[in-house]
């Protein structure tokens, strides 16, 4: 079992940034592939990004791509999401999620699909205009 949890969220100002962390209770992460994904208020799911830890292959969902970076902390053991130039379209409650597969193509298919073994409780992100 792997526990996760996101810090790092708050309120902010249009064209602000926010860095949001994912902690994994254990190290399995560590060859697995980690996802941020959001839920807006009132909507569905959302997928941002993800990464596959042993290697740092990435991917973005087409809002956000050029605006957030994905990496990885291997000396704090955490998912690290870095966000600029954010809008009040980015409002949302943000996870991470993990599954256990390092290769990309597989990461993908479960980013696509939204489908992760495990996830955290969230940390919410406010962007006024």
């Known amino acids: 079992q792997v526990q996760l949890v996101e810090s790092g969220g708050g309120s902010v100002q249009a064209g602000g940034s926010l860095r949001l962390s994912c902690e994994a209770s254990?190290?399995?992460?560590?060859?697995?592939?980690v996802g941020w994904f959001r839920q807006p208020p009132g909507q569905e799911r959302e997928r941002v990004a993800y990464i596959v830890t042993n290697g740092g292959g990435t991917n973005y969902a087409d809002p956000v791509r050029g605006r957030f970076t994905i990496s990885v902390d291997n000396a704090k053991d955490t998912v690290l999401l870095q966000m600029t130039s954010l809008k009040p379209e980015d409002t949302a409650k943000y996870y991470c999620a993990v599954t256990r597969t390092s290769a990309h193509d597989v990461c993908y298919n479960y980013f696509l699909k939204k489908d992760f073994d495990y996830w955290g409780q969230g940390t919410q992100v406010t962007v006024s205009s």
């Open positions: 254990a190290s399995d992460y560590r060859s697995g592939c």
